[in-house]
Every structure is written in structure tokens, then in C-alpha cells.
């Protein structure tokens, strides 16, 4: 038993964390494009942090469930309402035989992560249960969800009431102004004029309509080389700004090539990824660069209040066992 998608919203997939190490092998990693959010749904309901989820863009789906489970919503707001009944999200939320989850369009941001209390009874595709739509791979047969998808779960947890959640300042990056990203040099960045990297790091850059899981890509100022140059093809790694020979950057996202051959100028640092996957075509941004070292401090910090939070949801799961 499981549920079943009864409209697939705009853009719904299977993903988990992705698929490592098979980059040289050509395939793309894939995954969550936030990955922070896709987390939390499942620290929420004290699941492996990497268990797949549902990942809805923009326009979420409508599901009924054939069996009782417990569930979780994280990400951007969809208005999710059960049964036409409006309810919170970053909370374990108890689902019975019959009901229907449904959700309408994100008032901020772009993805809002499902996950379910044990995780979806899914094949692993090469170590991973990601979707991987351009090569029909993982998932629900390799594609998004739509209508009359039926999605097994493993056991289900019927459980007391739960009245615990997650604080809402935890996404406070998806609902506050968001319009300063920060980066770490690039491979490449030497490579660029001095004007260039001037205009980079003071000038406004906007997110195009054509982006997408593969790339978003940048329209403002174009940035140029000292000299034309050859560059060998390099790993492509989540959120790296490259310079193709428009002059118009692009961040590589979740269902990036595994390779790429255009100058690298900056990297956007992991604290800062979820915070850009969650914006809108036409937002503007600026960049500011970082060192590798506050980064790192950015990013221990981080993942210590993970840690808090994770002991927190887990010493609220132990009162119902």
C-alpha cells in the first residue's frame, strides 16, 4: 500500500541527495536542488536524512493516500491543505486511509519537499533513488509523476498525536529578501579581467526564465578572459559559476553535466546553495566574495544546528515508541 498522485503539479520527482561517484562514467548526480529542505523533512520524522522525497516545483500535486501513514512538508509554502483543510508544515503530520493532500502554487520560493515516516518502497537506480529525467532514470520510472502513480511506502507508522515541529526561522532563507549570494574564487578566476571581476562582485545579475534543474543561468554584465584560452573539461561540482563565451555566467544545479569546459569564476559556498536554489526566474542577485575559511565557519556552524535539531527530533520520536 502507498499513495497515489492524483495531479502531478507542475514539476514532481522522486530525489534524494543524488548519485556519487559515477561522474567520470558520464551520468549526473542529480538529487534535491535544496537540499537543506529535503533534510529537514526527513530529520522531522527521524528518517535517514538521505531517504528520497517527493520534490515539488513551483506547483505542487494532489494525493490520496490508500493506507495510514505519517508525513512531513518542508520547503516552499504550497498552501498544502488535507481534506480542504489547511495544515502546517516542519511537523510529523498522521494521514488515514481516504485522505487527500493537496497543493496549490509556492507563494515564495520554488520547491517544497514530501517526505514519509520510513520512505518510499522505491528501487535504487546505481546507488540512488534520484531522478534522472533527461536519461529516464530512478524514481518513478525515470520520469515525473503524474496521474494514477501509485507509490508503494515501507511499513507504516500509525502513531499517538504528534504535536512537535520544526521552528520556522530554520526557512527564513526561502521567505526573506535573499539578493546577496556568497562565493569562493573559482578555478578560473585569475583567468578574467580585472574589470571583469570587478563588475562580478558590485554589479546586479538576473535569473533567466530559461533556467532550469541543470543550470540557472544569469543575465547582466558579460564578463571576459585576459586572452582567449583552452581549458580541459573539469568535474562539474553543485553550484559552480561558469563563464561560457557569451559572457553570461551560469550556476550549475542538481541535474548538472558531469563535466564542463567553461571557465570557472567562482563557487558558490554550500551554505548559501539552498538559499539560490529556492529563487525565482527574473529575481536579481548580486555576488560577494568570501573566503575559504568563513565558508568553512559558515558551514560548521550550520551543520551544528542540524545537529540540535536532529537530537531534538529524535528525543520526540523515543516518546512515542
Known sequence: MGMVITDGGF????????????????FSVTGAMDQLAMRLANIVLNNEEDEAVLEMCLVGPSITFEQ???IALTGADMT??????????????????????????????????????????????????????????????GRPLQPRDYLPIFTPT?????????????FDYITVDNSVIQFIEGR?????????????????????????????????????????SELLTEASPLGTIQVPASGE???????????????????????????????????TITFHRCSIDEARERLIKRE????????????????YE
Not at 486511509?97 to 515564495?108: E, I, P, R, V
Not at 520510513?118 to 524514481?139: A, P, R, Y
Not at 500509525?158 to 530554520?170: A, E, I, K, M, N
Request: hydrophobic content about 30%; some cysteine.
Open 11 to 26: 514539476f514532481t520527482t522522486v530525489q534524494d541527495l543524488g548519485r556519487f561517484g559515477l561522474q567520470s562514467l558520464g
Open 188 to 228: 578560473q578566476y585569475n583567468w578574467f579581467q580585472s574589470e571583469s571581476k570587478r563588475r562580478f562582485e558590485t554589479e546586479s545579475y538576473q535569473l533567466s526564465t530559461k533556467s532550469d534543474r541543470m543550470g540557472y543561468r544569469l543575465t547582466g554584465k558579460q564578463l571576459s578572459l585576459t586572452k582567449p
Open 249 to 283: 555566467p551560469i550556476i550549475l544545479m542538481a541535474d548538472r553535466q558531469p563535466t564542463g569546459g567553461y571557465p570557472k569564476i567562482g563557487q558558490i559556498i554550500e551554505t548559501d546553495l539552498p538559499i539560490i536554489s529556492q529563487l525565482r526566474p527574473s529575481k
Open 158 to 170: 500509525v502513531v499517538s498525536p504528534l504535536r512537535f515541529g520544526l521552528s520556522h526561522t530554520l
Open 80 to 141: 498544502p491543505k488535507l481534506n480542504d483543510k489547511y495544515i502546517s508544515m516542519a511537523r510529523p503530520l498522521q494521514v488515514k486511509k481516504g485522505d487527500t493532500l493537496s497543493l496549490g502554487t509556492a507563494k515564495t520560493g520554488m520547491y517544497s519537499y514530501l517526505a514519509v515516516k520510513g520512505g518510499f518502497q522505491l528501487d535504487n537506480v546505481l546507488g540512488s533513488k534520484s531522478t534522472d529525467t533527461k536519461i529516464g532514470i530512478g524514481g518513478f520510472k
Open 68 to 70: 495510514e501513514m505519517v
Open 304 to 319: 551544528q544546528e542540524m545537529k540540535q535539531v536532529k537530537a531534538f527530533c529524535n528525543l520526540k520520536w523515543k516518546e
